[in-house]
C-alpha cells in the first residue's frame, strides 16, 4: 500500500489521482464530513458523511483510524485495507497504519514549500482566510516529529504530478521487490 502524506495542496490528490488513472493502482477511498468541493465526487474523492454518522461508525469501531483536521472528521474503515492501494493520510492517520506493523506499507511525504500552497489554494478557489489558517495549522500538524518513520521524503517544489507519481511507483516496486 502506499500512503500519501503531505499538507494542504502539497499535490497529494493530484499524485493519487495519476497513480490511478496511469499505474494501475487504486484508491483506497477515505470518509470525511467535510463539505465537498468543487468537481469532487462522492465515492471518488471521498466518501462524504455526515458528522452524526462519521461518529456512529467510530462508536462501532469501524474505523481503522480517524483524526480530525481543520474541524472535520477523516477516517478510513477497516473493511477498505487491501494492498495495492494509495491512500491519503494525514500524520496521525499514518502513525495509526505505523503503529499497526502492517507489511508491504510504504509512505511518502510530499514537502512543498508555502508559497506554492498558497498558490494552489487560491487557484482552487479556496477562501483566503481558511488558506492562512491552513498554512499556519499546518506547520503544527505536519511537522517533521508528527511524521517519523516515513519511508520518503520528496520535494514537490519543481516536480510535476507525472514526475512525482512515476518517482513514486519507481521507489515503491523497488521497495516491495527488495
Keep these: 500500500m502506499i500512503i500519501l502524506i503531505g499538507p494542504s495542496a502539497s ?13 494501475g493502482y487504486t484508491k483506497l477511498v477515505t470518509y470525511t464530513t467535510r463539505e465537498k ?23 462501532k ?6 483524526v480530525i483536521y ?3 472528521y477523516y477516517g478510513t474503515l477497516k473493511k477498505d485495507i487491501t494492498d495495492e492501494k494509495v491512500v491519503i493520510l494525514e500524520p496521525s492517520g499514518f502513525m495509526a497504519y505505523k503503529n499497526s506493523h502492517m507489511k508491504n506499507i510504504i509512505s511518502f511525504y510530499l514537502d512543498t514549500r508555502d508559497e506554492i500552497r498558497k498558490e494552489r489554494m487560491i487557484k482552487r478557489g479556496d477562501n483566503i482566510i481558511k488558506i492562512n489558517e491552513r498554512l499556519t495549522g499546518d506547520h503544527l500538524v505536519f ?10 521524503i520528496l520535494n514537490s517544489n519543481d516536480l510535476t504530478v507525472e514526475e ?10 523497488n521497495k516491495i521487490e527488495n
Excluded: H, P, Q, W
Excluded at 511537522?143 to 520518503?152: E, M, P
Design 61 to 66: 469501531n469501524e474505523f481503522f483510524e480517524y
Design 11 to 23: 499535490g497529494k490528490t493530484e499524485v493519487c489521482k495519476y497513480l490511478v488513472l496511469n499505474m
Design 164 to 173: 512525482l507519481a512515476i518517482e513514486i511507483d519507481n521507489l515503491y516496486k
Design 70 to 72: 481543520n474541524s472535520n
Design 37 to 59: 468541493r468543487i468537481a469532487e465526487k462522492e465515492g471518488i474523492d471521498y466518501n462524504f458523511i455526515s458528522k452524526e454518522e462519521f461518529i456512529n461508525r467510530m462508536n
Design 143 to 152: 511537522n517533521r516529529k508528527n511524521i517519523d518513520g516515513v519511508s520518503y
